[in-house]
C-alpha cells in the first residue's frame, strides 16, 4: 500500500475534544495564550490557565485557593490591585504589574467580568488579561524622546520649525517653532503656527514644488541646501537649511533647521571681490594692462590643448627691444614706459583677438597665434609683428627708432609643453641677438642645450631618490607676538655628484613633469614623519603637498600608513597645499582632504596671493590655515597698498575662522607690521633659516623642559 509523504510531514496536533463536549472548555483554557482566572468574591484563586502558570512562572497548584495579590504583587500595591479587582463596577479594565518568580515585572491589562448569584451579588470573577510590557515600554521611550527633542527644540541657536506637508488645506502647515525661528524671521509664535511655510518665501513654494520636495526628503534625508526667507519688514535674506523626517505623535512632520547666513554671503562676497582683484591684479602687467607670464602660461596651456586635436599649429613668438636699455638711461624711465605701452598697443593692433600678448617683464614681450598652417604662415605673422614696431615712435617731442629680435617656437614640431616652448622661443631670441639684432629666428633642436640638462637633472634624480640621497631641511614658524616656536616646515634640499647643489626651483619642475614628484613626495612624508617621531610629541612638521598627489586615490592611505610606521599622531603633521588645487579636481580633493583631517592632520594652503586659488577653494576645502606668500610681503614696509591688500586678507581668513602663517619675513619692519595686523605666525630668515634637524635638537629639548623662550623670535642659524 503507497503512503503520501505529504501525510508524513503534517505536524502532530493536541487530541481535540468533540464540538459541545465537556472538555471543550477546558482545553481553550489550556491553549490560549490569554490570561485567564475565575477568582471568587473574597479573591481566592479558583482557576489559573497555563497562560498565566507561563507568564508567572507559578503552578495552579501553587495558587488556587490562595488570595491572589501576596504572591505577583509587592507589598505596597496589593490593597490598591484587590480593591479595583472586587469592588467593581462590572465589567471594567485594569492594569497593573505582575511580579514573576524571577523577578521580572510584566505588566497586564486586564477585563474583568462579575458572575452573580441569586441575590445579585459577586459570587465570582472571571479577568481575562494581556501581557502589555513591550507596549508600554515602547511608549514610555517615545515619550522621553520626545521630551528630549522638545527641550533640543526649545534651545536650538538655529531657527527650528516642524512642518505638517500633509495637510489638506493649508500646504506645508506650521505645527511648531522655536523661538529662533521668530526671530529670524520676524514673527510671533501665534502669526507662524497654523500658517502656510510659504508665509516666509519669495513664491509660494510648497504650494507648487511640495510633492517633489518631500520624495526628495525620503529619499536623501537629511537634505541640506540654500535658499532664502521673506522677513515680516519685506526684505529678503539668504538662509541655509537642512529638512528631514520625524515622527511625532503617530504623524510624519518635516523637521527644518534653519540659519540666516547674511553676513556669510556678504563675506563671501567681499571675498570675491578681492580675489577678483588679486587675481587681475597677479595676473596681468601693472604698467600696459596685458598679461603676465602666469596669464600668458594658461592661455598657452589652452591652446596646446586645443590645436593637440586638429592639424593646426601654435607659434610663441618672444620679442626682447634692442637698445631700450639706452632709452631709459637717456630719456629717463617715465619715457621708456611710455614706449613699453606703445609697443604694446601696437602688437595688439595687429593680432586677432584670440591671440595673446604678453609682457614678462622689462623689455620683453611674448605673442601667442594659433591656428596656423606652419612655418610659412609663422613667418608672415613675425614679419607683420616687425613691421608694426618699425615706425618711428615720438616720446616727448623725441623721436626714437624700435628695434626687436625675435625668437619663434612653433608646435608642432616644437614642445608641447608651455613653460618649454616659452624657453624654447626665448633661445632663439637670444641666437636672433647673437646673430646682430632686429632679427628673426626659429627654434632648432641645436639651441636646446637646457632640454639635455633637464633630461640630465631628471635621471640624477631619479638616481638620488632610489638611493635616497636626499636631505630634509627645517625652518621654524613661529608665534608672531611672542617668537616662541610652533612647528617647522620640511625643505627638501639635494646635493648631487655631478650637478653640485641643485636649487628646488630646478628640481621641483623636473619632477612634476616627469612624474617623480609622487615617489619625491612619499620620501618626503616618511622622512618628516621618522623625524617627527625621533623628536618626540609636542612638535609639528609642514610638509608640502602638490595638486598632483592630492589627486590620487591611494594619497590618503599613504598619509595613513607613514603615521602609523613611525608611531606619529596626525595632530603633529600639517600638509601645505598648493594653489593649484583649486584648478584641479576640487570634489576628488575636497574629500580626500575631509578623510585626512579625520586623522587630525591640519592642512594648509600655501602661496596663498599667487593668483592660483579662487574664493572656491576657500569655502569649499576643509582648511584650517591660509599661508600668504612671500610676494605679498616683500614692499610690505614702504608700501601703504601692500599693507591694506595683506591686512584685508587677515581680516577675511579670520571671519572664515582660518589661522594665517606669512612666510618670507626677512626684517624687523615686517614683523612689526604683521603683529599689528594680528597675524598670528610667521616664517623667514628673520626668526630661522632652514637648517638640518641636529641644528634644533637643542631648542626643541629646551621648549620639553619649560625653559621660558628668550624674547622675541628665535633666531636660527642654518642653510638656505
Same mark, same amino acid.
Given at each position: 500500500?503507497?503512503?503520501?509523504?505529504?501525510?508524513?510531514?503534517?505536524?502532530?496536533?493536541?487530541?481535540?475534544?468533540?464540538?459541545?463536549?465537556?472538555?471543550?472548555?477546558?482545553?481553550?483554557?489550556?491553549?490560549?495564550?490569554?490570561?485567564?482566572?475565575?477568582?471568587?468574591?473574597?479573591?481566592?484563586?479558583?482557576?489559573?490557565?497555563?497562560?498565566?502558570?507561563?507568564?508567572?512562572?507559578?503552578?495552579?497548584?501553587?495558587?488556587?485557593?490562595?488570595?491572589?495579590?501576596?504572591?505577583?504583587?509587592?507589598?505596597?500595591?496589593?490593597?490598591?490591585?484587590?480593591?479595583?479587582?472586587?469592588?467593581?463596577?462590572?465589567?471594567?479594565?485594569?492594569?497593573?504589574?505582575?511580579?514573576?518568580?524571577?523577578?521580572?515585572?510584566?505588566?497586564?491589562?486586564?477585563?474583568?467580568?462579575? *458572575? @452573580?448569584?441569586?441575590?445579585?451579588?459577586?459570587?465570582?470573577?472571571?479577568?481575562?488579561?494581556?501581557?502589555?510590557?513591550?507596549?508600554?515600554?515602547?511608549?514610555?521611550?517615545?515619550?522621553?524622546?520626545?521630551?528630549?527633542?522638545?527641550?533640543?527644540?526649545?534651545?536650538?541657536?538655529?531657527?527650528?520649525?516642524?512642518?505638517?506637508?500633509?495637510?489638506?488645506?493649508?500646504?506645508?502647515?506650521?505645527?511648531?517653532?522655536?523661538?529662533?525661528?521668530?526671530?529670524?524671521?520676524?514673527?510671533?509664535?501665534?502669526?507662524?503656527?497654523?500658517?502656510?511655510?510659504?508665509?516666509?518665501?519669495?513664491?509660494?513654494?510648497?504650494?507648487?514644488?511640495?510633492?517633489?520636495?518631500?520624495?526628495?526628503?525620503?529619499?536623501?534625508?537629511?537634505?541640506?541646501?540654500?535658499?532664502?526667507?521673506?522677513?515680516?519688514?519685506?526684505?529678503?535674506?539668504?538662509?541655509?537649511?537642512?529638512?528631514?523626517?520625524?515622527?511625532?505623535?503617530?504623524?510624519?512632520?518635516?523637521?527644518?533647521?534653519?540659519?540666516?547666513?547674511?553676513?556669510?554671503?556678504?563675506?563671501?562676497?567681499?571675498?570675491?571681490?578681492?580675489?577678483?582683484?588679486?587675481?587681475?591684479?597677479?595676473?596681468?602687467?601693472?604698467?600696459?594692462?596685458?598679461?603676465?607670464?602666469?596669464?600668458?602660461?594658461?592661455? @598657452?596651456?589652452?591652446?596646446?590643448?586645443?590645436?593637440?586635436?586638429?592639424?593646426?599649429?601654435?607659434?610663441?613668438?618672444?620679442?626682447?627691444?634692442?637698445?631700450?636699455?639706452?632709452?631709459?638711461?637717456?630719456?629717463?624711465?617715465?619715457?621708456?614706459?611710455?614706449?613699453?605701452?606703445?609697443?604694446?598697443?601696437?602688437?595688439?593692433?595687429?593680432?586677432?583677438?584670440?591671440?595673446?600678448?604678453?609682457?614678462?617683464?622689462?623689455?620683453?614681450?611674448?605673442?601667442?597665434?594659433?591656428?596656423?598652417?606652419?612655418?610659412?604662415?609663422?613667418?608672415?605673422?613675425?614679419?607683420?609683428?616687425?613691421?608694426?614696431?618699425?615706425?618711428?615712435?615720438?616720446?616727448?617731442?623725441?623721436?626714437?627708432?624700435?628695434?626687436?629680435?625675435?625668437?619663434?617656437?612653433?608646435?608642432?614640431?616644437?614642445?608641447?609643453?608651455?613653460?618649454?616652448?616659452?624657453?624654447?622661443?626665448?633661445?632663439?631670441?637670444?641666437?636672433?641677438?647673437?646673430?646682430?639684432?632686429? =632679427?628673426?629666428?626659429?627654434?632648432?633642436?641645436?639651441?636646446?642645450?637646457?632640454?639635455?640638462?633637464?633630461?640630465?637633472?631628471? *635621471?640624477?634624480?631619479?638616481?638620488?631618490?632610489?638611493?635616497?640621497?636626499?636631505?630634509?631641511?627645517?625652518?621654524?614658524?613661529?608665534?608672531?607676538?611672542?617668537?616662541?616656536?610652533? =612647528?617647522?616646515?620640511?625643505?627638501?634640499?639635494?646635493?648631487?655628484?655631478?650637478?653640485?647643489?641643485?636649487?628646488?626651483?630646478?628640481?621641483?619642475?623636473?619632477?612634476?613633469?616627469?612624474?617623480?614628484?609622487?615617489?619625491?613626495?612619499?620620501?618626503?612624508?616618511?622622512?618628516?614623519?621618522?623625524?617627527?617621531?625621533?623628536?618626540?610629541?609636542?612638535?609639528?612638521?609642514?610638509?608640502?603637498?602638490?595638486?598632483?598627489?592630492?589627486?590620487?586615490?591611494?594619497?590618503?592611505?599613504?598619509?595613513?600608513?607613514?603615521?602609523?610606521?613611525?608611531?606619529?599622531?596626525?595632530?603633529?603633521?600639517?600638509?601645505?597645499?598648493?594653489?593649484?588645487?583649486?584648478?584641479?579636481?576640487?570634489?576628488?580633493?575636497?574629500?580626500?582632504?575631509?578623510?585626512?583631517?579625520?586623522?587630525?592632520?591640519?592642512?594648509?594652503?600655501?602661496?596663498? =596671493?599667487?593668483?592660483?586659488?579662487?574664493?572656491?577653494?576657500?569655502?569649499?576645502?576643509?582648511?584650517?590655515?591660509?599661508?600668504?606668500?612671500?610676494?605679498?610681503?616683500?614692499?610690505?614696509?614702504?608700501?601703504?597698498?601692500?599693507?591694506?591688500?595683506?591686512?584685508?586678507?587677515?581680516?577675511?581668513?579670520?571671519?572664515?575662522?582660518?589661522?594665517?602663517?606669512?612666510? =618670507?619675513?626677512?626684517?624687523?619692519?615686517?614683523?612689526?607690521?604683521?603683529?599689528?595686523?594680528?597675524?598670528?605666525?610667521?616664517?623667514?630668515?628673520?626668526?630661522?633659516?632652514?637648517?638640518?634637524?641636529?641644528?634644533?635638537?637643542?631648542?626643541?629639548?629646551?621648549?620639553?623642559?619649560?625653559?621660558?623662550?628668550?624674547?622675541?623670535?628665535?633666531?636660527?642659524?642654518?642653510?638656505?
Amino acid at each position: 500500500m503507497a503512503i503520501n509523504s505529504r501525510f508524513l510531514r503534517m505536524p502532530r496536533v493536541p487530541w481535540a475534544p468533540a464540538a459541545g463536549g465537556p472538555d471543550l472548555a477546558e482545553t481553550v483554557l489550556n491553549v490560549t495564550d490569554t490570561l485567564v482566572m475565575v477568582l471568587d468574591a473574597q479573591g481566592c484563586v479558583l482557576r489559573f490557565n497555563r497562560a498565566c502558570e507561563c507568564l508567572s512562572g507559578l503552578e495552579a497548584a501553587q495558587v488556587v485557593g490562595r488570595v491572589l495579590w501576596p504572591l505577583l504583587l509587592d507589598e505596597h500595591e496589593q490593597e490598591e490591585v484587590a480593591g479595583s479587582f472586587l469592588s467593581g463596577p462590572f465589567p471594567n479594565r485594569r492594569e497593573h504589574a505582575w511580579r514573576t518568580v524571577h523577578g521580572e515585572r510584566r505588566v497586564i491589562l486586564w477585563s474583568n467580568a462579575a *458572575v @452573580l448569584d441569586r441575590q445579585g451579588r459577586t459570587a465570582l470573577i472571571i479577568a481575562t488579561g494581556v501581557d502589555v510590557t513591550a507596549e508600554r515600554e515602547a511608549q514610555a521611550a517615545r515619550l522621553e524622546s520626545e521630551a528630549r527633542f522638545r527641550t533640543l527644540f526649545e534651545q536650538s541657536a538655529d531657527g527650528l520649525v516642524l512642518i505638517d506637508p500633509h495637510d489638506p488645506d493649508v500646504p506645508w502647515r506650521i505645527v511648531d517653532c522655536n523661538e529662533a525661528f521668530c526671530r529670524m524671521n520676524g514673527y510671533g509664535y501665534e502669526d507662524l503656527v497654523g500658517a502656510s511655510i510659504d508665509l516666509l518665501h519669495p513664491y509660494p513654494m510648497m504650494a507648487q514644488e511640495g510633492p517633489e520636495l518631500l520624495a526628495w526628503i525620503r529619499e536623501e534625508q537629511p537634505v541640506h541646501g540654500e535658499g532664502a526667507h521673506r522677513h515680516r519688514d519685506g526684505r529678503v535674506f539668504p538662509i541655509e537649511s537642512a529638512s528631514s523626517l520625524v515622527m511625532v505623535g503617530g504623524r510624519e512632520l518635516v523637521l527644518g533647521q534653519d540659519r540666516d547666513i547674511s553676513e556669510r554671503k556678504r563675506a563671501e562676497e567681499r571675498l570675491r571681490q578681492l580675489a577678483a582683484q588679486m587675481t587681475f591684479d597677479a595676473q596681468h602687467d601693472p604698467l600696459t594692462g596685458l598679461p603676465n607670464r602666469a596669464l600668458l602660461l594658461d592661455r @598657452l596651456q589652452l591652446e596646446l590643448r586645443r590645436v593637440g586635436r586638429s592639424t593646426a599649429c601654435v607659434a610663441v613668438y618672444f620679442i626682447d627691444l634692442d637698445g631700450f636699455k639706452r632709452v631709459n638711461d637717456m630719456l629717463g624711465h617715465a619715457v621708456g614706459d611710455e614706449l613699453l605701452r606703445e609697443v604694446a598697443v601696437r602688437l595688439q593692433g595687429c593680432v586677432r583677438p584670440s591671440d595673446t600678448v604678453a609682457r614678462l617683464g622689462g623689455d620683453e614681450f611674448v605673442v601667442v597665434v594659433s591656428d596656423l598652417n606652419g612655418r610659412e604662415d609663422a613667418e608672415r605673422v613675425a614679419r607683420r609683428l616687425q613691421a608694426a614696431l618699425e615706425p618711428t615712435v615720438n616720446l616727448g617731442g623725441q623721436p626714437v627708432d624700435v628695434q626687436s629680435s625675435m625668437g619663434v617656437a612653433l608646435h608642432p614640431p616644437d614642445s608641447s609643453l608651455p613653460a618649454n616652448l616659452l624657453r624654447q622661443a626665448d633661445m632663439a631670441m637670444y641666437q636672433a641677438k647673437r646673430e646682430g639684432r632686429n =632679427g628673426v629666428r626659429f627654434f632648432n633642436s641645436m639651441l636646446d642645450v637646457a632640454a639635455h640638462s633637464q633630461m640630465f637633472t631628471e *635621471v640624477r634624480l631619479r638616481r638620488a631618490l632610489q638611493r635616497q640621497a636626499l636631505q630634509l631641511h627645517y625652518q621654524p614658524q613661529v608665534d608672531a607676538e611672542t617668537g616662541a616656536l610652533l =612647528g617647522f616646515e620640511a625643505l627638501v634640499r639635494w646635493t648631487d655628484e655631478e650637478l653640485g647643489a641643485v636649487s628646488p626651483t630646478r628640481f621641483i619642475p623636473v619632477a612634476e613633469e616627469s612624474g617623480l614628484i609622487v615617489p619625491l613626495g612619499q620620501w618626503v612624508l616618511n622622512e618628516a614623519c621618522r623625524q617627527l617621531a625621533e623628536w618626540g610629541p609636542g612638535v609639528r612638521v609642514a610638509v608640502n603637498v602638490s595638486a598632483l598627489e592630492v589627486a590620487r586615490d591611494d594619497f590618503v592611505a599613504g598619509v595613513e600608513r607613514a603615521l602609523q610606521r613611525h608611531g606619529v599622531g596626525g595632530e603633529q603633521l600639517k600638509l601645505e597645499l598648493t594653489e593649484r588645487l583649486a584648478v584641479r579636481d576640487l570634489h576628488r580633493a575636497a574629500r580626500h582632504l575631509s578623510q585626512l583631517r579625520d586623522l587630525g592632520v591640519r592642512l594648509s594652503l600655501d602661496d596663498f =596671493g599667487t593668483g592660483q586659488s579662487s574664493v572656491s577653494t576657500l569655502l569649499k576645502l576643509p582648511l584650517d590655515e591660509l599661508k600668504l606668500d612671500r610676494s605679498l610681503i616683500t614692499s610690505l614696509t614702504d608700501s601703504p597698498q601692500a599693507q591694506r591688500v595683506v591686512e584685508s586678507l587677515i581680516g577675511l581668513a579670520r571671519g572664515l575662522r582660518l589661522n594665517v602663517i606669512v612666510e =618670507g619675513v626677512e626684517t624687523a619692519g615686517q614683523l612689526d607690521l604683521l603683529r599689528a595686523m594680528r597675524c598670528g605666525v610667521v616664517q623667514g630668515y628673520l626668526t630661522g633659516r632652514p637648517a638640518p634637524p641636529d641644528t634644533w635638537a637643542d631648542l626643541i629639548r629646551t621648549l620639553r623642559a619649560d625653559r621660558t623662550p628668550a624674547d622675541g623670535p628665535p633666531v636660527a642659524s642654518g642653510g638656505h
